[in-house]
Nanobody, 125 residues
Framework: QVQLVESGGGLVQAGGSLRLSCAAS????????MGWFRQAPGKDREFVAA????????YYTDSVKGRFTISRDNAKQMVYLQMDTLKPEDTAVYYC??????????????????WGQGTQVTVSS
């Protein structure tokens, strides 16, 4: 089992930056692919980014490529999402997720086994 707790959300103006953090507990963390999803009001939860267990591979949804960066520190059991050049359409609840069997290309929710409680990101125009 892996427990995930997100932090770092908040209110930021368009063009600004935020860094989300995900603290993980559990012995299988270093074996998991880790990812970030987001859910805007009235919309389905969508894939944002993922990173392999080693950190050597990453994958992003097109709308955040070049603006967001996912990283991990296995020694600290942490996952990060650096979000730059934020846009109002990035406003959503952001969720950290872990998968024992998936890869960075696992963009469907059912491919992810562990979920955090979410952190709100609001980007004002």
């Amino acid at each position: 089992q892996v427990q995930l707790v997100e932090s770092g959300g908040g209110l930021v103006q368009a063009g600004g930056s935020l860094r989300l953090s995900c603290a993980a507990s559990g012995r299988t963390f270093s074996s998991c692919a880790m990812g970030w999803f987001r859910q805007a009001p009235g919309k389905d939860r969508e894939f944002v980014a993922a990173i392999s267990w080693s950190g050597s591979n990453t994958y992003y949804t097109d709308s955040v490529k070049g603006r967001f960066t996912i990283s991990r520190d296995n020694a600290k059991q942490m996952v990060y999402l650096q979000m730059d050049t934020l846009k109002p359409e990035d406003t959503a609840v952001y969720y950290c997720a872990g998968s024992l069997t998936g890869s960075v290309y696992s963009t469907k929710m059912y491919e992810w086994h562990y979920w955090g409680q979410g952190t709100q990101v609001t980007v004002s125009s």
